[in-house]
């Protein structure tokens, strides 16, 4: 009876420690992302740079791992160390990344450069990333089972997966919405050091058990109720405005929203970047003021984005004028409403504004599906630039598509872009070109304005649009209307034929290409533009990979994967070598996958911020699956490399599924409920393949490592992903396109498959 108890306690403290470890991990890679997304350029370059170290890192720790174990059972009080220090590290990780603005010297919403970026990051990151790493190998050798270490470690892989997918479920559905990133912390810490106390009492006497017990529940309950807790969140928050007084911050599902004041001037900023300063009577008359006036006579108006601040109560000066104004998150029109003087607020309520809450996209397709054509005289979208690839879709021949249905035949479409008035250099050319040739696949007519910002007019009617600054002025005296800025004193400037005729000659159609759903090359552009305001090696890199064909893609993958995979089979243990060549690719692959069916999912159902935690749930779920039938597998008989090469055939027949699907998708009629349960459907069968992929061949890795490579397979399952986390979103896919990326992928997984045909006993000899 006492051993059953001690097996149950052992298997219980098992589980626990592996979902908890899991679950610690996801739930801190997003916190921490949020965070860094305030304190960086929250571009797809950025993120993919974040991702790349997380997993890297990670994979560095695992490797250590082997390291710190030895041959014998790692005793759980060394085991608590790691936790304690896990729970530590989450902690101190988000105060640091609250002064990186210090640290780096950078003014608050000031542009960072990839390399300050990368530098920061991989230092900021690296503790809490390598105890996480180094906590997974040690948790196959502390337990004491009646099995081998292969089970052991391809057990915590299936329980950390199911942890992981918690973790993301919990923190997208109840944790944001309801507490803080430092809540969230604060509650990862005690989850932790819990735990830690637990692992630290399994050998100890009563007494000392009792008092450890004691102390540690003490020290859990005073940090958060004690004001310690909202004084170093307030603190440390407010090292991100490095003196600009911030009277307001909030974390929503859709990222942070803060406050500043200085004296009479408002700033309101999302992610770090601000989105409106009040009072800014510019950008607000520059906003709607030159779209409405293109139109003779505007009775119905939808503004997507960018009503605070000015725009809407300028809209509002256009007597008879309807507006409905589209903004995804309620927590920006409610900070509006808290902080905006009266004029604004008003505005927001008028009786002509009608708000919705919900994606931009989403809503013109869902007035498209109402059969609402003909909707809208001018449409505005006042978004900021397609700097990722979430606002790109707004800027794609698609949306644009979607936007003329909508808009009445003497209709007036605008949107701007960032600019410079006297100088368009060759990496700004090519990114307004790109739009402007997009625009003219899908409209009769469009025209520039010049300025800081540029000003995009489209219309289905050929000879509606116009540029010269006196019919502007005449129709601002017909209707009333007093501005500041978009007046006689300040159009025969900037509207001067001298200034239209320069930048019509910088952004010739010819020297740019469309912006489609499905190959995002405008915010590849923009990130080429984002480089070059810092003198650092991506600018001529990027600037060098544009010009490359995608052909050279497709050799250079293969050609280096071919490398990878001869070195493995003629050097050392070629059986060994050819499992972590599958482990590796498995990694490589399962990221890239994951990013494109998000992309996907993004783009074709319209919206994707309240989906995204189920989304990396059934991905890990998946996981979980996959772990769970190869560990059963094994058990009942022994694993080997025909059965790998059965599951990496099935990885391929899902990639060219997957192909198949997305062009279906795009070139056909499929309902919402269609695309979003295929596409979720997708996720898990990715997670399922990519979890019985790195079980299986990890088991063949082990057979022959079992004394010292515990974490080995696991470190090149994270080196793989961490390669193609910064591959794919930042540079492939709005390169080549997700279509001609996943062809890629498709031939890396078939030169695979080949080298798993070799004979057992040429992999022997």
């Not at 007494?207 to 310690?228: E, N, Q, R, Y």
């Not at 003021?289 to 119905?300: C, I, Q, R, V």
């Not at 890199?541 to 893609?553: A, D, M, N, Y």
């Not at 059965?646 to 699907?661: A, E, G, K, R, Y």
């Amino acid at each position: 009876m006492q051993v059953n108890s001690q097996k149950f306690s052992a298997t219980a403290g098992f589980l626990l420690a592996s979902v908890l470890l899991g679950f610690s991990s996801m739930t801190s890679q997003i916190v921490l992302f949020r965070e860094m997304m305030v304190a960086f350029y929250g571009n797809e370059l950025s993120l993919g740079v974040m991702l790349s170290v997380w997993l890297l890192w990670v994979g560095i720790g695992s490797a250590l791992g082997n390291r710190i174990a030895d041959k014998k059972p790692y005793p759980l009080r060394k085991l608590s160390l790691w936790y304690f220090l896990i729970a530590i590290a989450g902690l101190f990780t988000v105060i640091l990344i609250r002064f990186s603005k210090q640290i780096l010297g950078t003014a608050p919403a000031e542009i960072v450069g990839f390399f300050p970026m990368f530098i920061f990051s991989f230092g900021a990151m690296s503790f809490l990333c390598i105890c996480l790493g180094i906590a997974f190998v040690l948790n196959s050798k502390s337990w004491k089972f009646d099995e081998s270490l292969i089970f052991l470690v391809n057990r915590v892989y299936l329980w950390e997966s199911l942890g992981a997918g918690l973790g993301g479920f919990l923190v997208t559905f109840i944790l944001i919405p309801h507490f803080s990133n430092f809540k969230i912390v604060v509650f990862l810490f005690s989850a932790n050091f819990l735990f830690g106390v637990f692992l630290l009492t399994q050998s100890v006497n009563k007494l000392t058990k009792a008092l450890i017990w004691m102390i540690g529940i003490l020290l859990i309950v005073a940090f958060p109720a004690s004001p310690v807790d909202e004084s170093l969140d307030l603190f440390s928050a407010t090292r991100m405005w490095r003196g600009l007084p911030l009277v307001y911050s909030i974390d929503s599902k859709y990222g942070n929203i803060s406050v500043t004041r200085q004296y009479e001037q408002i700033t309101f900023y999302e992610n770090g970047l601000m989105l409106f300063s009040y009072p800014d009577d510019f950008s607000a008359e520059e906003a709607v003021h030159f779209a409405l006036l293109e139109h003779p006579h505007p009775k119905s108006l939808l503004l997507i984005g960018g009503g605070l601040g000015g725009a809407l109560s300028q809209a509002l000066k256009y007597d008879g004028l309807k507006i409905d104004y589209v903004e995804i998150d309620p927590e920006l029109i409610m900070t509006g409403e808290a902080y905006l003087p009266q004029v604004e607020t008003e505005a927001l309520k008028n009786l002509r504004v009608g708000i919705h809450l919900i994606d931009g996209r989403l809503f013109v397709k869902e007035k498209l599906k109402q059969k609402k054509e003909n909707s809208y005289d001018v449409i505005i979208l006042n978004l900021p630039d397609p700097y990722t690839a979430q606002l790109n879709r707004f800027f794609t021949f698609e949306f644009f598509g979607m936007i003329r249905s909508i808009l009445n035949q003497d209709g007036v479409f605008s949107l701007k872009l960032s600019s410079a008035e006297n100088y368009i250099s060759q990496e700004l050319s090519l990114y307004l070109s790109t739009i402007y040739r997009t625009l003219r696949s899908c409209f009769e007519e469009v025209k520039v304005l010049p300025g800081s910002n540029n000003i995009f007019l489209a219309s289905k009617t050929k000879g509606l649009l116009f540029d010269d600054w006196k019919i502007m002025v005449q129709r601002l005296d017909q209707r009333k209307i007093s501005t500041r800025f978009v007046n006689q004193n300040f159009l025969p400037n900037r509207l001067s034929p001298l200034r239209i005729t320069f930048l019509e000659d910088a952004i010739c159609p010819e020297s740019g290409r469309t912006n489609h759903d499905l190959k995002p090359i405008c915010y590849f552009y923009n990130s080429i533009l984002w480089s070059k305001q810092f003198k650092s090696l991506e600018k001529p890199v990027l600037i060098f990979l544009s010009s490359v064909g995608p052909g050279w893609f497709m050799v250079v993958a293969f050609v280096v994967f071919s490398i990878i995979f001869f070195v493995g089979i003629s050097f050392g243990s070629r059986s060994s070598n050819l499992a972590l060549a599958a482990i590796l690719v498995a990694g490589f692959t399962s990221i890239f996958v994951e990013i494109i069916i998000v992309l996907s999912f993004q783009i074709f159902h319209g919206y994707i911020y309240s989906m995204i935690g189920l989304i990396f749930t059934l991905f890990m779920l998946g996981l979980v699956g996959g772990a769970a039938i190869i560990q059963k597998i094994a058990r009942n008989r022994k694993v080997s490399f025909r059965g790998l090469f059965f599951v990496q055939l099935l990885q391929v027949i899902f990639i060219i599924s997957l192909l198949v699907l997305i062009w279906q998708f795009a070139e056909a009629s499929v309902s919402q409920v269609q695309i979003m349960l295929c596409l979720l459907l997708l996720i898990t069968i990715s997670g399922l393949l990519s979890g019985m992929e790195f079980t299986l061949a990890n088991h063949l890795f082990l057979v022959r490592k079992t004394t010292s490579k515990a974490g080995t397979g696991y470190s090149v399952d994270l080196f793989g992903a961490s390669l193609s986390s910064i591959l794919a979103s930042a540079i492939l896919i709005p390169l080549l396109g997700i279509p001609t990326t996943l062809i890629m992928i498709l031939l890396i997984n078939l030169l695979l498959l080949g080298f798993l045909l070799i004979p057992t006993r040429l992999r022997e000899a």
